[in-house]
């Protein structure tokens, strides 16, 4: 699973293997270790309308619509926004989406990736 965070944006991209565990288990997380701590940035299904976030305890959770994954590794549907009004009335623009192979060479391995569908 990979995140970018830019400004007010977060965005996460998944594997095949990462969607289908996340849409069978609720939830899927990924840990990047420094000196001393540890990010955490999570996947978690839950009962809501939109895509939420929260952060907390070193840990960025994205919070998943239990609809929108229910069956999200079986079809089509690339991803998943929203834009979430935050406490102090600024904006989060929050992104899902399944991870497409790079049309361009890449030294990343992307064989769990989704096939691009601009490759010819």
Known sequence: MKIRIKGNSVRYRLTKTEVETFCKTGYFEERTAFNTKTLTYALKAV????????????????????????????????????????????????????????????????????PNPKAC
């Open 47 to 114: 009962d809501a309308d939109n895509l939420g976030a929260e952060f907390k305890v070193d840990t960025i959770t994205l919070l998943v619509p239990k609809k929108f994954s229910a069956n999200w590794f079986e079809n089509d549907k690339v991803g998943f926004e929203n834009t979430m009004l935050l406490d102090n009335k600024s904006e989060l623009f929050l992104l899902l989406e399944k991870d497409f192979a790079c049309l361009d060479n890449t030294t990343e391995d992307q064989s769990d990736n989704y």
